[in-house]
């Protein structure tokens, strides 16, 4: 694979033609390459008769498309060790922050994957927030990262979205109170400058947004616009989902508001991305839409028969992304549930995909004999 | 009273003693005591006549086997001389599937015990129906009794024998009802029993549990292509699809998750037959299924996980394309291909998710039967299903219990899982 090549366009700039000539190139090779690499990949390829060579033949004479390639369930990635590269190349290995008690996935990653996340996740994020590094406010306790060896969703996720930091900033200790004298200094020190603030959306519900709140109405000094901090120059960018919010029905939208009332900050972007395809992650633009970059794809799957959903409708996720080489994790059929809103043609200007995701899929509920069946070992 | 403090948390569906501690002092019964046999056929027809459980067929299904001559037939069947019932009994129902409870205090009371049944917290319309008519039915009694001469209606006593209770898992209440009883039996599958069993009973108590199981369809693919692709068209068609109906029942009916569905289908029979055959009758499930059963997205995730995982873990095996996610087939060529220290029961989903396995001979079976194989179901002629039981028989395998025509898996009867009830809720005085 030439990654240089491949990742020579900008994060928004393919439109639908160009988008899918780009995907069934690199997918094809991807998945031959998986097919040559991992023997369990290739097992499971096999056992429904997918053969890479013949396939690239039918998508070069228009017949098929990289839709076509398998996805496999994510969940996978806790069932197996799944890898496309030789034990000595893994230079890390990422974990889910999968709950108790709960397998986690594990994915590998060799050097050049894991310099093409950050590549990636570079690209697309300066998009949102410009080229410069930026004073960083990371929404979390840096004991979350203390630990090197273990690389959970959260630790990665800061560790991350670090690379555009000049200098960082943990809001919180380790007991999860908020730092706000230090905060104020850090403030204090970049007035006037836009300032990145990072973190996982309930994080920043729970113990920022409460607490400054909180803090206010105890009266503790907040400033004439009712700021106790004032980050009116802050771009936020959080993601991490949206489930403990629902069931405080907290929207969206609430969220932004509130945000806005107790720290004046405008900017405020959602990403939806997973560990199993770290980097090609989708951001909200300012019109709440979450975009679909140039190395990736969704493809809503309709529950029924896995067909292809039409924009609008609701659906199963299935993510498709260029970066994975070192595990097969190109094409994975997720357990969220969400909709393609439409494609090239956001106002943002953004070209591509743009997307809406809806949560999980419910748990099963089920007839039958044994009370203790359960999805989602 | 210990029971009050225990009672105050219950939700009592039904009971007639005023305390379980009354209900221990009640005297065991002779097995298919008269006075149970009349109150059983009394709810039968109730259940009948009811016009909410009219339009049940599960309910209809319980009515038709509490009726008075099957339960007179199965008195029959039953070799009771010296037997007696053992008392008090617990009976701890599966969360899942609505009617249990009932046939399993139906069972102990014809052995002969009162009943404290825990039925599931779900609160299923089953229960509350089920008990409304055994109420009516107490209250048609009494009515009698008072109009009328007393001796007609002597099973008044017999509802005292009869508690419904439904509890949320509460260790200090199982632990009480526990220590009360004579015999426990528990539904529910393997994580249940284990939960239940942390509450002791006592020394000479009597369990019985059903745990999880695995169960298969056996179809003779030459008797199969006959009965299906017979000269008489129309013949054909109408077999077809009542085989997708006796499938239908015993597997997506209960989501495939019942003990007696099949997980796995063994084709038996030339190879010819045996492609003929699968064609034949998948496609006639599908075209039965396809507006009847929706299925849950998790549900096609699930599955589609365990196919992946069958093609990773026993070598050369084939999913099968499909048109949609209502069926999710698996072929294995092999079962010795199967991991070592893994069994088929490991490679189920619910939901309709098949392993299937062709030969043309019996031998597959002792490859892969072991103590969790409870029901096969088969398609075939009276002799070839004779010869499978003869099979497990000669050979010596430790699993199947019942063997019975496509359709019936769920079929209850006092012979279930391999115990026979009338005798493990008795004893036997010599």
Known sequence: MNYDEILKPAPYELDKVAKTEYLNSALCELTRHHYSSCETYRKMLSAQDFDPD?????????????????FLPVRLFKEYDLRSTSEEDVVKTMTSSGTTGQNRSRIYLDKETSRNQTKVLTSIVSDYIGKKRLPMIVLDTSAVIKDRNLFTARGAGILGFSIFARERFFAFDENMNLDVEGLKAFLGKYEGQPIFLFGFTFMIWQYFVKELEKLRNDDKDADSNGYILDLSNGILIHGGGWKKLESEAVSSEDFKAKLKDVCGIEHVHDYYGMVEQTGTIYMECDEGHMHVSSYSDVIIRRPQDYSEADFGEEGLVEVISVLPYSYPGHVLLTEDRGMVLGEDDCPCGRKGKYIKILGRVKNAEIRGCSDTFETRK | MEDKKYLEKLNIYYMNAKSFGDMQSLPALLPFDDRVVDLLSELSSAIRKDAVAKSMPVLQTFAFFIRKANLLQMKEEHSITDRIG?????????????????????????????????????????????????????????NTVQDKDANEVDFADIFNYMAVISYPHDKEITDYLSSLVNVRVIWGGDNTIAEIRKSPIRPRCTEVSFADRYSMLFVDAGYFVSQSDGSDKEQSAKYLETMAKQFFNDTYLFDQNACGSPRLIYWYGESGDIEKSKSLFWDAIHGYLKDKYEVQPVIAVDKTTMAYKVATEIDDSRIIPSEDNIITRVEIDDFNQLPSGKTLADFEAPGGFFLEYSSDSLEGLKEIVDERFQTMTFVCDENKAKSLKDYIVSNGLKGV????????????GLVWDGYDLIDSFTRRIV
């Open chain 2, 86 to 142: 053992k008392g008090l009994s617990l009976h701890i129902a599966p969360s899942n599937v609505p009617i249990n409870f009932a046939y399993s205090m139906v069972s102990s009371l014809l052995a002969g015990n009162p009943c404290i049944v825990r039925a599931s917290s779900k609160d299923f319309d089953e229960t509350k129906i089920i008990c409304r008519l055994i109420k009516e039915v107490q209250e048609s009694i009494q």
């Open chain 1, 54 to 70: 013949s396939f690239e033949v039918q998508v070069k004479s228009g017949e098929k498309s990289y839709k076509d390639i398998p």
């Open chain 2, 401 to 412: 219990d019942r063997i019975v025509p496509i359709g019936h898996s769920a079929d209850f």
